[in-house]
């Protein structure tokens, strides 16, 4: 009778725990909470590769919009970088066969990705120019395998980072073509049909996700109309309750231009978006290394690279208010990663080997910022709170204005083996001796976190 009890006891819970399903308007896709696995992680490496790869060129602009600017646009300076360096009558899909990738390994861009301490990856499956880095069956001869590489780059790619990392597979999309002709339609047709939508971004979305089983789906290009248009909230039930990443799959805002920075899975509002304080929702600071483009371009110079103390600083603000940061590389056209992107990526893996503690599965703290010293953020683990000093004290005291510390607190450096001596200041806060340390025994050199325990607050 017992036995009986507990197991009908555990039949409805676990019946109510399955029969969710989500229905396909923004109150029910919303009510979806975030699989557990995105919070934890907190670093995501970005890609940028497709067609733009082979021009590379910016002018300080976005290399990834070469075509827009070239096309639409007619900007002069892309007009006379065509006019110079191609045959008239050049245009932008011979390009295409020149997206050669003959050194890409998808295995060394796992092992390069696998080493920055990131635990996610969101390749560019398609980009606005609409190429497709897959041999999709809807985009005849404007694919990988098609012309170009002549390779099921997204295929490779997922497939190394499953079997050979511990990182999570992850797909950007974008749902708007500017030069596909349906899409044009409909565009004139003020989105009133859905040519587009029905035949091409519907299908190759679930030939992705069935395909590849992408664990995140990082949607955009939606701005120019409605999530109503997109069909947004019927593909995303489909993904939540159907598909084969239903349990695993976290997405984006990017959904239409009623849904960015309010629908969806977490929010990503704009482009480098950093708040700069705690948020109610889950959000994602995408960023870029280059400072300023997404895809490679030959055009970049040295200073126009974030520096890794820039890039650990950014990191610890987006987490001690609740974000994950995913930062982007642009590969060539060969598929190589230069090692300027990938020194950074290997200096903030070294970063993450000493002071991941302080930002792995941790939460934001009951203040980010400290009220005096404006070079720290935190973030808490259990009843651990994190100090993360952006610069090395001057003296040798470090002041903290927000923790109030009990008779058992205790302060220690990450990676250093002593522990610190404090004093409790008498208007608030600590005041942590800082001994004097020899370079060759520092922890690491950006960016240090101090753990402290025993806190009253
Ligand atoms: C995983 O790594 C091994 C050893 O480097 C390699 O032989 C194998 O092809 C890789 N698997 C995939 C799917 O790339
Ligand atoms: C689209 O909207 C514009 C502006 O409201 C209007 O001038 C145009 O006639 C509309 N086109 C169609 C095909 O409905
Ligand atoms: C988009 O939605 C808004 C309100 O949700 C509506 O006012 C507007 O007409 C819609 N635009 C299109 C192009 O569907
Ligand atoms: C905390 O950060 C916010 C946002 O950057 C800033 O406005 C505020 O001045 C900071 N507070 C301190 C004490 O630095």
Request: net charge negative.
């Amino acid at each position: 009778m017992r036995w009986l009890i507990v197991s009908l006891v555990t039949t409805i819970v676990i019946s109510t725990c399955f029969c969710v399903r989500y229905e396909p308007n923004w109150a029910s896709i919303d009510s979806r909470p975030l699989p557990g696995w995105y919070d934890d992680v907190k670093l995501g490496i970005f890609i940028h590769w497709g067609v733009f790869s082979v021009p590379s060129y910016s002018r300080k602009l976005m290399p990834a919009w070469f075509w827009l600017y070239l096309r639409e646009m007619k900007l002069p300076d892309y007009i006379e970088f065509m006019e110079k360096n191609y045959r008239p009558g050049f245009t932008y899909a011979d390009f295409a066969p020149q997206l050669t990738a003959e050194f890409f390994d998808a295995n060394r861009w796992a092992e390069i990705f696998q080493s920055s301490g990131a635990e996610y990856i969101v390749f560019t499956a398609k980009h606005h120019e609409g190429y497709t880095n897959w041999p999709s069956k809807y985009s005849f001869n404007w694919n990988s395998m098609a012309v170009g590489p002549h390779k099921d780059i997204v295929g490779e790619l997922a497939a190394a980072i499953k079997m050979n990392t511990s990182l999570h597979f992850g797909l950007y999309h974008s749902l708007f073509e500017w030069f596909n002709p349906l899409y044009l339609q409909d565009k004139a047709n003020n989105y009133t049909t859905s040519y587009f939508v029905d035949r091409k971004t519907l299908p190759e979305l679930y030939e992705l996700i069935n395909t590849y089983q992408p664990e995140v789906i990082w949607s955009d290009g939606d701005w120019e109309a409605n999530s109503s248009y997109w069909k947004s909230t019927e593909f995303l039930a489909w993904l939540y309750n159907d598909s084969p990443v239903k349990d695993t799959v976290v997405t984006n805002d990017r959904w239409g231009k009623d849904s960015t920075c309010h629908h969806g899975g977490y929010l990503t509002c704009a482009d480098r978006y950093q708040p700069g304080k705690l948020q109610k929702r889950k959000w994602e600071n995408a960023m870029t290394i280059d400072g300023q483009a997404w895809g490679f371009r030959r055009d970049v110079t040295y200073s126009q690279f974030l520096s890794i103390h820039t890039l650990i600083s950014t990191f610890v603000e987006t987490v001690s208010c609740g974000g994950n940061m995913l930062m982007n590389v642009g590969p060539t056209k060969e598929g190589f990663i230069d090692p300027i992107f990938e020194e950074r990526l290997w200096q903030f893996g070294e970063w993450m080997k000493v002071n991941g503690e302080a930002i792995r599965g941790t939460r934001p703290w009951k203040a980010q910022n400290d009220t005096i010293n404006s070079n720290i953020w935190y973030t808490m683990k259990g009843s651990d709170v994190y100090a993360i000093v952006l610069e090395w004290p001057q003296g040798d005291t470090l002041t903290l204005g927000s923790p109030i510390p009990s008779t058992s607190t205790t302060i220690n450096l990450l990676g250093y083996p002593d522990q610190f001596q404090y004093t409790t200041r008498p208007s608030g806060g600590i005041d942590i001796k800082i001994p004097p340390i020899p370079a060759n025994k520092m922890p690491c050199q950006w960016v240090w976190s101090f753990v402290i325990t025993g806190l009253m607050n």
